[in-house]
């Protein structure tokens, strides 16, 4: 049975779309059958992959509140063994309608256990916020990869973050775990970049990953050609980062 794994940051801008889509691209690569669930009404993951979220009929929201079951609306992507469960504009609506639902926290938990044996790894982004949805997210995950922008305001709001996880570690999924901090948007050329980085190694020793993300343009282009950085520019300074950081969640004793 494959393992749930949600990447969460309640700042947005930290790269935590462009770790989901590209992570989930690498692994499948490495030969690992991977879901990406995008549960973010942006939906960048699922236009990151080359899939019109506005054109859309039925997506990740429909799932939610009981419309249809996820495995009619997984699809396949470009990349081989990587398939997505999609988002679109409609899911910004679940938020409330989620609110007056019973076992709302668990929306996602149980419609993933429908489809998580066919993978190795599922991976869910979620939105820039706190709210229902990323807590279902964090609820139906057996660990959280946490991606960190390298400036001092993301490294502000860690905490709070830690401080949720546990309070649904307490309430709703005793197994959950943060599985890695992720350091991503790194511009060598800043002391602040230098010193983000120093900090969370000091504090997190054992559970920062050592591959760091650094600012690339081919990273920011990739998106709008609707291909992770495997397929756009994999000989890039980005795409060599993920292939690394995947490598190095793969051999970690969890994977």
């Known amino acids: 049975m494959g393992r749930i ?3 969460a940051n309640q700042k947005g801008g930290v790269g935590k779309t462009t770790t989901a889509v590209n992570l989930g691209a690498y692994l499948a690569n490495h030969d690992k059958r991977v879901l990406l669930v995008d549960v973010d009404p942006q939906a960048n993951a699922t236009s990151s992959l080359g899939v019109d979220k506005n054109a859309l009929s039925r997506s990740i929201y429909d799932v939610l509140i009981g419309a249809t079951s996820p495995a009619s609306l997984t699809m396949v992507t470009g990349c081989p063994g990587l398939d997505l469960l999609p988002s679109s504009p409609a899911l910004a609506g679940a938020e409330v309608e989620l609110l007056q639902v019973a076992g709302r926290e668990t929306r996602l938990r149980h419609a993933l256990q429908q489809v998580r044996q066919r993978y190795d790894l599922v991976l869910i982004d979620t939105p820039p ?3 229902m949805l ?5 609820t139906a995950s057996d660990g959280v990869f946490i991606p960190i922008q390298c400036e001092y305001l993301p490294l ?11 309070l649904i570690r307490q309430r709703l999924n005793p197994d959950l ?3 890695g901090l992720i350091l991503t948007m790194y511009d060598r050329r ?8 120093q900090e969370i190694i000091d504090y997190f020793p054992t559970t920062v990953f050592r591959s760091i993300i650094p600012r690339n343009v081919k990273l920011a282009e990739a998106p709008s050609y609707g291909e992770p950085i495997l397929t756009y520019a994999p000989e890039s300074i980005g795409g060599q980062a993920y292939n690394a950081l995947c490598r190095e969640i793969l051999t970690s004793e969890w994977a």
Do not use: D, K
Not at 134 to 138: D, E, I, K, P, R
Not at 156 to 166: D, F, K
Not at 190 to 197: C, D, E, L, S, Y
């Open 5 to 7: 794994y949600a990447l």
């Open 129 to 131: 916020s706190l709210g």
């Open 134 to 138: 990323t807590v279902n997210a964090l």
């Open 156 to 166: 502000e709001g860690l905490a709070q973050l830690l401080h949720t996880i546990e």
């Open 177 to 179: 775990a943060v599985r």
């Open 190 to 197: 800043t002391n602040i970049a230098r010193q983000v980085v």
